[in-house]
């Protein structure tokens, strides 16, 4: 999946409640302009950054803005520290997972921000106890890529959004033939990607509404995660170890696998390929009992300490604006966030259906998260795998779970 840093750290909210009273960001230069920070860390769109930058720095000459271009790997260590000394960068992303921790813990600076403009559910994503904290960037959903080439070998219609979860197993079954190494789908334990999506779709929930209790001990949750061990169960997908050894993306673009549920990140990485760039294709998600598909985006924050909160409030809302949006959306490597943009996204790689990514936003689910995040999502890959390997029932798995998630909101203050 496209770069979504994670961190980790259990003394970073005791840090940030010691941290001094400095004033960190950026500072006025000997001409009298400000001078802002602007972390990001995505080198792929640093020439569409920069670009935005120039762009508001044309219609603002008394701003000066220096993007800081930090490793995905390094990024929430550095912002930790950074946070932690009272010194972190003026303007920054943020994305859901780290949102409420940040906003909790008076990091990031309330904001006034027009949500018409954006999408929902992503908007709630950066939303706590009722403050704005993030103006939206961009987006990501979900959507069912298939290869045409298998499907047409097999005389399979090509998915379409009468698709159910029956289709998918009938037709991965049909599509599989394991002595030539062909599957029908990649089922790997992918939280945003696979079964977050169908835990929706079934009814169930990940995280209680209120952020305080686990969602996975639900009858309706389980349904959703046996829908991937059930493919499991099949032999329709290349088992967890193979799915480990190679990242699924890899064995998609190999061209022995019939179907994988990828996001709308994907779609430039498969432009690129031999394989996919022309021979697959994307539609809308299949629904089980009804339909929904997880949101995520990251969106652009302002620290609460910076010296200039004026000048970083207004870099923010040209961040936020259709301009910027416009410039996002000519590079294709993100879906802008500003409505109405979009389609200068879709239209960036014609031979692929990029606008079911578009149409699935009537029912988006925002991406599940809670003050500490990490503490318990990096517990799902460890406690459900074993039910992916068959080596353990996805009911019991998912009650261990819904345990270990609910400790770890219990020490949530």
């Not at 271009?69 to 943020?94: H, I, N, R, Y």
Request: hydrophobic letters at 35%; a neutral charge.
């Amino acid at each position: 999946m496209r770069a979504k840093p994670r961190w980790r750290s259990s003394v970073f909210v005791a840090a940030l409640l010691l941290s001094t009273a400095a004033c960190g960001g950026g500072a006025g230069s000997g001409d009298g302009k400000v001078e802002l920070s602007y972390r990001i860390w995505d080198k792929n769109q640093l020439p569409a950054m920069q670009r935005i930058v120039d762009r508001f720095q044309s219609t603002h000459p008394n701003i000066r803005v220096g993007i800081q271009l930090t490793a995905s790997q390094e990024f929430w260590t550095k912002l930790q520290a950074d946070a932690t000394g009272g010194s972190a960068p003026d303007v920054f992303w943020m994305n859901g997972p780290h949102a409420q921790l940040y906003a909790s813990n008076g990091i990031l600076l309330p904001l006034k921000v027009n949500l018409s403009d954006y999408p929902e559910a992503l908007s709630r994503i950066y939303s706590y106890q009722g403050t704005q904290y993030g103006v939206p960037k961009d987006f990501d959903t979900v959507g069912l890529w298939y290869n045409k080439k298998l499907f047409d070998a097999a005389k399979i219609k090509y998915p379409d959004d009468t698709w159910t979860w029956q289709t998918v197993t009938q037709v991965a079954r049909k599509l599989t033939n394991a002595s030539k190494g062909v599957y029908g789908i990649l089922a790997p334990p992918f939280g945003q990607e696979n079964y977050y999506d169908t835990i929706f779709q079934a009814g169930g929930q990940v995280i209680s509404p209120d952020g305080k209790s686990s969602g996975y001990d639900q009858p309706a949750t389980i349904s959703g995660l046996r829908f991937w061990t059930d493919l499991m169960k099949a032999g329709v997908s290349p088992s967890l170890k193979s799915m480990t050894d190679t990242y699924p993306t890899q064995l998609f673009e190999s061209g022995k696998v019939g179907m994988y549920y990828g996001g709308s990140w994907n779609a430039i990485e498969f432009a690129k390929n031999d394989v996919t760039k022309n021979d697959v294709d994307v539609t809308v998600l299949p629904q089980g009992t009804k339909r929904a598909v997880v949101i995520h985006g990251l969106a652009n924050v302002a620290y609460a300490k910076t010296r200039h909160p004026k000048e970083a409030t207004e870099f923010l809302t040209f961040l936020g604006s259709k301009e910027a949006a416009d410039i996002q959306a000519q590079t294709g490597t993100v879906i802008p966030a500003f409505n109405g943009t979009q389609d200068t996204w879709v239209k960036s790689m014609p031979q692929y259906h990029l606008r079911s990514f578009l149409d699935q936003l009537a029912y988006a689910v925002p991406f599940p998260t809670s003050k500490n995040t990490d503490a318990w999502q990096t517990q799902e890959p460890t406690i459900l795998g074993p039910a992916w390997s068959g080596e353990k029932d996805v009911d019991t798995a998912a009650k261990e779970l819904a345990v270990a998630m609910n400790t770890a909101l219990g020490k949530e203050k």
